[in-house]
């Protein structure tokens, strides 16, 4: 909500003008920390958006890792075992390997778009900082 300017009355007081000034830059300042409070709290936000995907995806990831192992026991029970035994189309190794690359590749996508969600945004309040650089340049400028 931008703040209507006021152009200053012919009689005005010294006072009364450096009075509305100091008022302005409360205002301005006010602005400012509503301007900060937003956009922190979108930034957190997109925080816990970004932190879900990741731990879902270490999750996942680490879910198939161990079905990975598991069908490393399997693969070695395979290897050692006569031939005659195994009747089944797909040995046993196989279905874990399957799985396992299966949901070790979900847990890696979910990973990448967590850390791709991360490095799209900065978590800190940028366009406030550069705002209130703006405001103190302007300041500055105007003595």
């Known amino acids: ?17 450096v009075k509305g000034i100091v008022n302005d830059v409360g205002d301005l300042i006010k602005q400012e920390f509503r ?3 937003a956009e922190l709290k979108t930034d957190f936000r997109r ?15 680490f879910l198939g890792l161990g079905v990975l192992v ?31 690359f299966l949901v070790t590749g979900t847990g890696a996508i979910l990973l990448l778009a967590g850390k791709k969600k991360f490095d799209s945004f900065n978590p800190l309040p940028d366009e406030t900082a550069q705002s209130i650089k703006e405001n103190l340049e302007w300041i ?4």
């Open 140 to 143: 500055k400028n105007s003595k």
């Open 1 to 17: 909500m931008p703040a209507e300017v006021q152009t200053p009355v012919e009689g005005a007081s010294f006072t009364s003008l």
């Open 70 to 100: 598991l069908m490393l026991v399997h693969l070695l029970h395979w290897l050692t075992s006569p031939p005659s035994l195994d009747t089944a189309g797909l040995p046993l190794w196989a279905c874990h390997a399957i799985v396992g």
């Open 35 to 37: 301007f900060a409070q």
């Open 47 to 61: 925080t816990g958006q970004a932190s879900l995907l990741l731990i879902m995806g270490a999750v996942t990831s």
